[in-house]
Structures are given as C-alpha cells and as structure tokens.
C-alpha cells in the first residue's frame, strides 16, 4: 500500500467512502447530521485540507486524510478495509510528512479515541459542542512526544 494525492474529480468518491465510514463507526449520528454535513465535505471541507489516500488494486479510494494547520482533520477509512493498517499508514504519513501532532475526536467515537491514545494522542482539552455546533462533544487531543 502506499499513500497517494486526491483529484477534485474524485471528491464524490472520497464523501461516498466518509459516508460509508461514518455509518459504521459514528452511531451516534442521526441521519439528519450525515445528510448536513455531506454537501459541506463535498463543496467546503474538501479544498481547505491537504488531502492523501489509500487505493485498492483496482485504484480505489479505500481510506483517506485531510490535514490543516497540523491538525488531522479527517481520517476515514472504508468499512470493508478497516483493521488492515490503512488508517495507521495514512496517521504515520501525515505525522511524519505533513506535520501532525493534533487531531480533534468525537467523544462518543471510542474506537477513534482508542486508535489515537495507541498512537500516542493524549485528551488535553474538550468541547460540549462539535465545530458546527452541534451537541457531539469534541476531545482534543496532541501526539506525545516522549
């Protein structure tokens, strides 16, 4: 596997596989706040991040990450690829190429939470509310250098 740049032509892809990702790992989301925030990750969220992928064989997104300001901003990967290392791979490049020691996390997320305190994020802060405001508490969490 290795890491691989976005086209603006494959966005639809890329909210396709966050929509398949968030389903299955953001229960706590009802289907009101998948369908708000689609058209925001397609015409918004897309361009202000540095974005990098993993494909399949057949070059397929199967998992991707948006960095700004040294903060991973987005890691999904695609359901039927998770466990396989993708997400650690594009967390290890995104650490070590683009920057990264911040990453925010939904507090009802506990496989996301438990996948950055193994890679060695520790919670320094929260929010009651997401950054659009809405009520999906937020912990914020920095890479521990030691």
């Not at 892809?13 to 925001?40: C, G, M, Q």
């Not at 998770?82 to 925010?104: A, H, P, Q």
């Amino acid at each position: 596997m290795k890491i691989d740049f976005i086209n603006k032509s494959e966005y639809k892809e890329v909210v396709n596989l966050w929509e398949a990702s968030v389903r299955a790992t953001h229960h706590f989301l009802k289907d009101d706040d998948i369908e708000y925030f689609k058209p925001l990750i397609l015409n918004s969220y897309l361009d202000a991040v540095e974005l990098r992928c993993v494909r399949n064989h057949e070059s397929t997104i199967i998992g991707f990450s948006g960095v700004a300001e040294h903060n991973l901003e987005m890691l999904f990967i695609h359901p039927d690829y998770r466990g396989k290392g993708i997400g650690k791979l594009l967390l290890n490049y995104s650490i070590e190429n683009l920057g990264v020691f911040k990453v925010d996390v939904n507090e009802q997320n506990g496989q996301a939470l438990d996948f950055y305190k193994y890679s060695g994020f520790e919670v320094v802060g929260r929010s009651e509310l997401d950054s659009s405001g809405k009520p999906y508490p937020i912990l914020h969490m920095k890479l521990n250098k030691s």
